[in-house]
């Protein structure tokens, strides 16, 4: 246990550039405050106390703002950046060095029995806001950007935009170890730019028609005037 929690530390200290010392990790950090509840809250599930576990995981949740199941299973040095708004369903399972921001929700699409939500791979980067919603994968080093609506399987090595979510990227060259928000393609700004260029294209294509209309026009007009004196009477 006590070795996980050294490893979550340094979690915080390897992702967050703000964050200055182990001292301040310990007493403010809120995703960690809610990773080691939810530990305990995992261990008395595990044992069947279910309702000493939520007793657990709702005192977490008035505390952090950050809602974990008891049920949900987390893998080695996750890191949740502030974190408020989080929240992570029963049957959710979490593999290492995942990094999760605020707002975001690894959730069901109904009341199924069973599996109903997400696998998280390793190495997988969630932005804010992002819904992860039914029982797939999320494979291995993939980025899922920001606000971005989930509802089906997503390949290792990927990177999903868009609601719904679509990829973007896929085994390309990975530029930087961490997803950078501000860099995110727009599926919805490309697609108005190929609209775009389609229009422009068919308005030069009815522009040469129009043209070749009025010469033929032109042409029809000087035959019928030089032959207009074969048809007086």
Excluded at 189 to 210: M, P
Aim: net charge positive.
């Amino acid at each position: 246990m006590l070795k996980e929690m050294k490893s979550d530390i340094r979690a915080v200290l390897d992702n967050d550039p703000a964050a200055r010392s182990r001292f301040e990790v310990i007493f403010t950090y809120a995703g960690l405050h809610a990773i080691w509840c939810h530990r305990i809250a995992h261990v008395l599930y595990r044992k069947r106390r279910y309702t000493l576990a939520r007793m657990v995981s709702q005192f977490s949740r008035f505390m952090t703002g950050i809602e974990i199941h008891p049920g949900a299973v987390i893998g080695k040095r996750l890191f949740i950046d502030h974190g408020m708004g989080i929240v992570i369903g029963e049957t959710c399972e979490i593999g290492d060095d995942v990094v999760i921001y605020q707002g975001v929700t690894l959730g069901g699409t109904g009341k199924e029995k069973g599996k109903r939500h997400p696998t998280v791979g390793n190495n997988v980067v969630i932005g804010s806001g992002a819904k992860v919603l039914g029982s797939f994968r999320i494979g291995d080093n993939s980025n899922v950007g920001s606000n971005a609506v989930v509802l089906r399987e997503v390949p290792p090595n990927s990177t999903v935009v868009g609601n719904p979510g679509r990829i973007v990227k896929r085994n390309g060259e990975r530029v930087s170890d961490r997803l950078d928000h501000t860099k995110l393609p727009d599926p919805f700004i490309d697609s108005l730019r190929f609209l775009q260029r389609e229009i422009e294209e068919l308005r030069e294509q009815l522009g040469t028609d129009d043209r070749q209309r009025e010469q033929r026009r032109l042409e029809s007009e000087q035959v019928f005037g030089d032959h207009q004196g074969d048809y007086e009477i």
